[in-house]
């Protein structure tokens, strides 16, 4: 069964601390991976996309890695602020271009 | 460039009716998915159009259909409403054709609340 998990369910740190974020999928057979934003109650923001032959990608002081064969994708956030608050999703988009979610890392950087 | 937009934002509805959201998507794309978003299941795929047709079909009954119009705008339409299908229903649009890969680009989605 195609799956995505992402470990820990929170995370709260101070401001100014290297934010992780994990990101496990169950098949090493996919065409993207996305990571977004969302704000309570809203949509969702694009961050980064890494295609199945990249390795990394990075956006400002966000920078996102993917390893296919052992199926791990993390977001780093360095230097992080409280508008950084806010939840982080993983999709897997799967080579039949299903997209698939993971349940999200709530995260709060504390002022 | 005007991002995906979604109709009505708020929705409250009694169990038995029927109800149809609608997604304008950005300029040029043509591919347009739904989601379904509960805190008990989270982010789950209901269908993706792309150029009028449906290509792809997550696992929801029969009571969740779409369709995509010709200017690329869809809409979604749940029938006989149950408690459980009070969500915030996203849709996302993309370029996506399949050859050149293109990021998901979501709207801020439609709060349905079934009383």
């Known amino acids: 069964k195609q799956e995505v998990t992402q470990i820990p369910a929170a995370l709260s740190v101070p401001e100014g601390e290297n934010l992780v974020l994990n990101c496990s999928f169950t098949?090493?057979?996919?065409?993207?991976l996305q990571w977004f934003r969302q704000d309570p109650g809203k949509g969702l923001t694009s961050l980064l996309l890494?295609?199945?032959?990249?390795r990394e990608q990075t956006s400002g002081r966000l920078n996102a890695s993917l390893d296919k064969s052992s199926g791990r994708s993390t977001l780093y956030i360095a230097a992080s602020q409280p508008g950084d608050s806010a939840t982080y999703l993983c999709?897997?988009?799967?080579?039949?271009?299903?997209?698939?979610f993971g349940a999200g890392t709530t995260v709060t950087v504390r002022a | 460039k005007a991002g995906v937009t979604q109709t009505p934002r708020y929705l409250i509805k009694t169990r038995g009716q029927q109800v149809t959201l609608s997604c304008s998507p950005i300029?040029?794309?043509?591919?347009v998915s739904w989601y379904q978003q509960t805190p008990g299941q989270g982010l789950q795929f209901l269908f993706e159009?792309?150029?009028?047709?449906?290509?792809n079909k997550g696992n929801f009954p029969g009571r969740f259909s779409g369709r995509q119009f010709s200017n690329s705008r869809s809409e979604m339409n749940v029938s006989t409403l149950e408690l459980g299908d009070s969500a915030l229903y996203l849709c996302?649009?993309?370029?996506?054709?399949?050859?050149?890969?293109?990021?998901?680009?979501f709207g801020p989605g439609t709060r349905l609340t079934v009383l």
């Open positions: 159009y792309f150029s009028e047709t449906q290509r």
């Open positions: 996302a649009s993309s370029l996506f054709d399949r050859v050149v890969y293109n990021e998901q680009f």
């Open positions: 098949d090493s057979a996919i065409y993207n």
């Open positions: 999709a897997v988009m799967w080579n039949d271009y299903k997209l698939s």
């Open positions: 300029s040029g794309h043509r591919s």
């Open positions: 890494i295609q199945s032959s990249q």
